[in-house]
């Protein structure tokens, strides 16, 4: 006899046997008991969390010839037929293959003839999103007045794609994604009646790495199962044969992109690759690290919030006294932008690198948090006395390990104070400078890309362009009337724009500050903005 996959094995065959998903199970027992079934129900939600299961056991329920606690018996004959999907009555239909009008059309004319066993002729459309538009078009009326004896039950991951029309005729479940305590149980339950040896840590980590999806988790320990048949699977044993990463790669590797040691990192990642490890798996995860080191630093009792071992929360504690909370939400931004580009990559290792040499050089970003930390290490350098010389533009010195380093590198960002007012303007539109430009749109959204806003005086702010090409478009009056206009709409300020284009060996860096925040703050000098 072939062999039946888990999750094909241990598909629930009664409402009993569904996990994670009691507030639809009960609701569908309740309409059974009280025979208030509805004629179209809509199951929304992530994959492998029950849909298909419960949509089955539903269509069983309402057939079965001697319920237990609305439950299908499992037993009688309609229960047979439809387990063996032998019943006519019961209807399964793929709409990613079958989703032209013409299979509709079809279902149409079937819906006319009362069910040959049974009460109910039930129609299962899975993944419903993928029908076409005149396909929704086509089930729309019947799927508004069916016979008595037809139920609809439309199953999607993706509800936004569900035209209007079709979503208010439905009675709408969303599915929710399984706890992970909840699929340990599970899969515990499972090991020992399928005589598996396994360590609870394999599958605690199974369980994460199904993020909410049962079936995954299933699938997972059966690609597990198949690779160490018939041996202990122990937790490296998962993360071999996932490619997964254990913790203490990833402390050490924070511990490098911390210190700026590039080479370090660059190194990490090459040992990781060598082993096969899946390197969207280890971004992913190690997201996740920084995620823990965040929740330990930002929240009281945060052992109650991380599912790990003693050991591996004193590793956390330790590693996120290296960080401040800004630091580590760059760290975070940074690779979660990766995550999604790697997605349609082909070059997934240097994308990585790229990310790791821009944690490790926060000077080769212009962005508000990048500048910041650049700040932070060095004002940390100066109190140290790394930096005890200021060089003069265009030279060169001697950083603290013996290499040298280019003047800019060395030299802090300049500071320049402004009178309450002015900054306030500035800090206002810098902040949503990304969001004025995206709702500007057009042209206009096009030729303001890579701009920078600084003061221009009282009331005037000016748009700095990189590109000679934005600045002949950006420049135009009519953009800078329309600029204005937003800002006076949106956040009821009146801001004159100017326009200019940044000199050759420009630097774009300086840190505006208020003068009342300067002067209880920072103790250094300062300029002032005529």
């Known amino acids: 006899m072939s062999y039946t996959a888990l999750y094909r094995k241990w598909r629930p065959s009664s409402f009993a046997d569904v996990k994670g998903q009691d507030h639809i199970v009960q609701t569908l027992k309740n309409q059974i008991i009280s025979e208030r079934v509805g004629h179209a129900y809509l199951f929304c939600g992530t994959r492998g969390t029950g849909k298909t299961s419960i949509a089955k056991i539903f269509a069983k329920a309402v057939n079965c010839e001697n319920p237990i606690d609305a439950s299908p018996c499992g037993k009688c004959q309609t229960c047979s037929n439809i387990a063996a999907g032998a019943s006519l009555n019961v209807v399964e239909i793929d709409a990613a293959s079958n989703n032209g009008v013409e299979n509709i059309r079809e279902i149409r004319d079937q819906v006319q003839y009362p069910p040959t066993e049974g009460k109910y002729r039930v129609y299962i459309i899975d993944e419903v999103h993928m029908l076409s538009t005149g396909a929704f078009n086509a089930l729309l009326k019947t799927l508004e007045e069916p016979p008595s004896y037809v139920i609809f039950i439309l199953a999607t991951t993706e509800v936004q794609k569900i035209p209007v029309t079709v979503l208010s005729r439905c009675q709408r479940y969303d599915f929710k994604r399984i706890s992970v305590e909840t699929i340990v149980e599970h899969l515990k339950t499972l090991t020992e009646a399928e005589q598996i040896q396994v360590e609870d840590k394999a599958l605690s980590y199974l369980a994460k790495a199904a993020d909410g999806a049962l079936r995954d988790a299933l699938s997972l320990l059966d690609q597990c199962i198949a690779f160490h048949y018939g041996e202990l699977l122990t937790y490296d044993s998962v993360l071999d044969v996932l490619g997964a990463v254990d913790i203490t790669v990833f402390a050490n590797l924070f511990r490098a992109v911390v210190e700026n040691r590039t080479k370090d990192c660059i190194s990490c990642l090459e040992e990781l690759v060598l082993q096969g490890r899946e390197l969207s798996q280890f971004v992913i995860d190690f997201i996740w690290y920084l995620r823990n080191l965040l929740i330990v630093k930002t929240v009281d009792d945060a052992e109650n919030l991380l599912d790990m071992s003693t050991e591996n929360q004193s590793q956390l504690k330790e590693d996120s006294s290296l960080a401040d909370n800004e630091t580590l939400l760059r760290f975070i931004r940074v690779f979660s932008d990766l995550s999604n580009q790697l997605r349609y990559a082909s070059q997934k290792r240097v994308l990585i690198e790229v990310a790791l040499i821009k944690l490790t050089r926060p000077q080769m970003e212009q962005n508000l948090d990048s500048v910041l930390q650049r700040l932070r290490n060095i004002e940390k350098q100066l109190e140290s006395g790394s ?144």
């Open 387 to 530: 930096i005890s010389v200021m060089q003069k533009e265009g030279t060169s010195a001697l950083n603290s390990t013996g290499n040298t380093t280019s003047s800019e590198e060395l030299t802090p960002a300049q500071r320049v104070m402004l009178p309450k007012g002015q900054f306030e303007d500035l800090q206002l539109i810098r902040n949503e400078w990304g969001k004025i430009i995206r709702e500007l749109g057009g042209p206009i959204r096009a030729s303001l890309r890579d701009t920078v806003v600084e003061p221009a005086g009282e009331s005037c702010l000016c748009v700095v362009f990189t590109e000679q090409s934005n600045y002949m478009i950006g420049s135009r009056e009519a953009v800078i009337e329309e600029i204005q206009k937003y800002v006076e709409d949106h956040y009821k300020k009146s801001i004159a724009f100017k326009t200019r284009l940044k000199g050759g060996d420009e630097r774009m860096d300086t840190i505006y500050v208020s003068d009342e925040e300067l002067k209880t703050n920072i103790r250094m000098d300062i300029t002032m903005e005529e």
